[in-house]
């Protein structure tokens, strides 16, 4: 007998399923259901060991990856006013926007090697976005110096946050499962 969730094969006699940890109840199959069977094929092997909680790493890691698309698009755009404050209006401004798109550049690099090591090693996420004064900093040099698409991905930086502290509990519970298979 396979479990309806996983797909995975179950004992006789088992009240869980071994892999997911999923109740046996009357929706077991005597096959694999083929949607599941396809979509394990594809599974990283660090995934089965996050079964249920995998879909919000994976959110976690797509909103990362969002998160240094904005970075990089604000970093391109404070390059080329960088650029152009340089030439035609004022050369300290400019090289001050040039620095800010360095930096917005590192942001998001950081960001997006952290979507996928987010998935790897799922440890320290709660404890890298509890803080809120680094979100606070980069929202100020982006008012000044980043114009509506920099506040956008400032704000973005605490949509990020509030879902990973709504999701507190269940990030934690990953973490601590992690902890245990490193």
């Known amino acids: ?78 390059y080329l006013l960088g650029l152009l404050f340089l030439l035609f209006v004022s050369i300290p401004y400019g090289i001050f926007l040039l620095i800010i798109a360095v930096l917005n550049t590192l942001f998001s690099v950081r960001s997006f090697k952290y979507c996928r090591e987010v998935l790897v090693h799922p440890v320290g996420i709660v404890s890298k976005y509890e803080p809120i004064g680094g979100l606070i900093v980069t929202l100020i040099y982006n008012l000044l110096f980043g114009g509506i698409i920099g506040i956008a991905g400032s704000i973005y930086g605490f949509v990020l946050r509030s879902f990973v502290m709504s999701n507190r509990n269940q990030f934690m519970q990953i973490e601590m499962e992690a902890s245990h298979f490193v």
Do not use: H, R
């Open 1 to 78: 007998m396979f479990c309806s969730k996983c797909g995975k094969e179950i004992p006789n006699g088992a009240k869980f399923c071994s892999n997911c940890g999923t109740y046996v109840s009357s929706q077991i199959y005597q096959q694999p259901p083929q949607q599941q069977y396809q979509q394990q094929q594809y599974q990283q092997p660090y995934q089965s060991v996050y079964t249920q909680p995998k879909t919000l790493l994976q959110q976690l890691s797509d909103k990362v990856k969002v998160e240094a698309i904005m970075w990089i698009s604000v970093a391109g755009l404070q």
